[in-house]
C-alpha cells in the first residue's frame, strides 16, 4: 500500500495473483511469468525481440497497466523512466517498461517484508498497521 500508484484492490490483485512469492527464484522469473517481458526468437546468432508474449497472468498485467499511469503522476522516479521510454520508442512501450518495473519493486517489496522507499511526497496509502 506504500507504493504509489497501488490502491486497496490492486494491492489485493497483485498479492493474490503472485501468491507466495518465495516460488520465484528472481524477478526475473516473474516478469516473465506475468508476461511483461518481450519475446526473443533465436536463430544461430540472430536474435529477435518482440513483442510481449501475453501468456500469462492477464489480471495482474491489466492491473499494473491501469497503476502505472497514476504512478507516472505521483512518483518521480517512475514518471522519469516513462518519459525516457516514451522518447525513444512509443508511449504504450513506455507504459509496459514501467509495469515491469513496477513488478520488480513489488517482487522486491514482498520478499524483503517492507515498504515502498521511493520519494515520499504525501500522496501514499500508509499500512494500517504503521
Keep these: ?62 492491473v499494473l497497466i491501469q497503476a502505472t499511469h497514476n504512478a507516472c503522476r505521483n512518483d518521480e522516479r517512475l514518471r522519469s523512466l516513462f518519459e525516457r521510454v516514451a522518447r525513444r520508442r512509443a508511449e504504450n512501450k513506455a507504459t509496459v517498461a514501467v ?14 517484508k517492507e515498504s515502498y522507499r521511493g520519494v515520499d511526497d504525501g500522496s501514499t496509502v500508509r499500512s494500517l498497521r504503521g
Design 1 to 62: 500500500m506504500t507504493f504509489p500508484g497501488i490502491d486497496y484492490y490492486a494491492a489485493m490483485v497483485i498479492t493474490s495473483e503472485i501468491g507466495d512469492v518465495t516460488r520465484f527464484p528472481d524477478a526475473k522469473n516473474l516478469v516473465s511469468w506475468t508476461s511483461l517481458a518481450p519475446s526473443l526468437r533465436q536463430s544461430g546468432s540472430r536474435m529477435k525481440r518482440g513483442h510481449i508474449t501475453k501468456q500469462g497472468s492477464r489480471t495482474l498485467r491489466w
Design 99 to 112: 509495469a515491469r518495473e513496477m513488478l520488480v519493486i513489488a517482487y522486491h517489496m514482498l520478499k524483503r
